[in-house]
Nanobody, 128 residues
Framework: QVQLVESGGGLVQAGGSLRLSCAAS????????MGWFRQAPGKEREFVAA????????YYADSVKGRFTISRDNAKNTVYLQMNSLKPEDTAVYYC?????????????????????WGQGTQVTVSS
């Protein structure tokens, strides 16, 4: 069992930056792939970024590539999402998630159904 708690959300002006954190409980954190998803009002939850257990591979949605960076610190049981050059369309509730199963293909880590555990979410609001 893994429990995930996000933090770091807030209100920021367009062009600004935020860093989200996701603290995980459980001794097996380092074996899980981790992902960030987001959900804007009236829209479906969408993939943002993912990172494999050893941080050797990272994946990003095209909409955030070059602006967002996912990283993890297995010693601290924490995954981060550094968000730069924020835009109003980045406004959403951001969720972190943990996936226990290994997939060789990156595509699977972009899928909602791949993930076994979810946090409660943190609100990010970008004003124009």
């Amino acid at each position: 069992q893994v429990q995930l708690v996000e933090s770091g959300g807030g209100l920021v002006q367009a062009g600004g930056s935020l860093r989200l954190s996701c603290a995980a409980s459980g001794r097996t954190f380092s074996t899980y792939a981790m992902g960030w998803f987001r959900q804007a009002p009236g829209k479906e939850r969408e993939f943002v970024a993912a990172i494999r257990w050893n941080a050797g591979n990272t994946y990003y949605a095209d909409s955030v590539k070059g602006r967002f960076t996912i990283s993890r610190d297995n010693a601290k049981n924490t995954v981060y999402l550094q968000m730069n050059s924020l835009k109003p369309e980045d406004t959403a509730v951001y969720y972190c998630a943990a996936a226990a199963r290994y997939y060789s293909g990156s595509y699977y880590y972009t899928l909602f159904g791949t993930y076994d555990y979810w946090g409660q979410g943190t609100q990010v609001t970008v004003s124009s």
